[in-house]
């Protein structure tokens, strides 16, 4: 059985996503070996992430962001105040009756 492609958009934004790690790391003087050591990770995993590959664990993900300065971008991953759907749902859980 061979495995589901990744579906097309979701791989761009992964691309995406690592070009913009690269670019940071580079920004700051580092290499991916560098990178690698100051987030406790592989540097097979910083490659990994660089290059947007889907099999890329979040822990891997937060941990670069911790070591370049930029775990605060992680955290406004699904911030509940940029979801209109989440403010909805919530202002309709207010109002019910109890």
Same mark, same amino acid.
């Given at each position: 059985?061979?495995?589901?492609?990744?579906?097309?958009?979701?791989?761009?934004?992964?691309?995406?996503?690592?070009?913009?790690?690269?670019?940071?790391?580079?920004?700051?003087?580092?290499?991916?070996?560098?990178?690698?050591?100051?987030?406790?990770?592989?540097?097979?995993?910083?490659?990994? #992430?660089?290059?947007?590959?889907?099999?890329?664990? #979040?822990?891997?993900?937060?941990?670069?962001?911790?070591?370049?300065? #930029?775990?605060?971008?992680?955290?406004? #991953?699904?911030?509940?105040?940029?979801?209109?759907?989440?403010?909805?749902?919530?202002?309709?859980?207010?109002?019910?009756?109890?």
């Amino acid at each position: 059985m061979s495995a589901t492609p990744f579906p097309v958009l979701p791989s761009r934004s992964l691309q995406d996503l690592g070009e913009r790690v690269a670019l940071a790391r580079r920004a700051r003087g580092l290499t991916q070996r560098d990178l690698a050591h100051l987030a406790g990770v592989g540097a097979s995993s910083i490659v990994a #992430l660089e290059k947007g590959h889907p099999g890329v664990a #979040l822990g891997t993900l937060a941990r670069a962001l911790d070591a370049l300065g #930029l775990l605060a971008e992680f955290d406004e #991953l699904l911030a509940p105040q940029r979801d209109p759907a989440l403010t909805t749902f919530a202002t309709h859980q207010l109002r019910r009756p109890r």
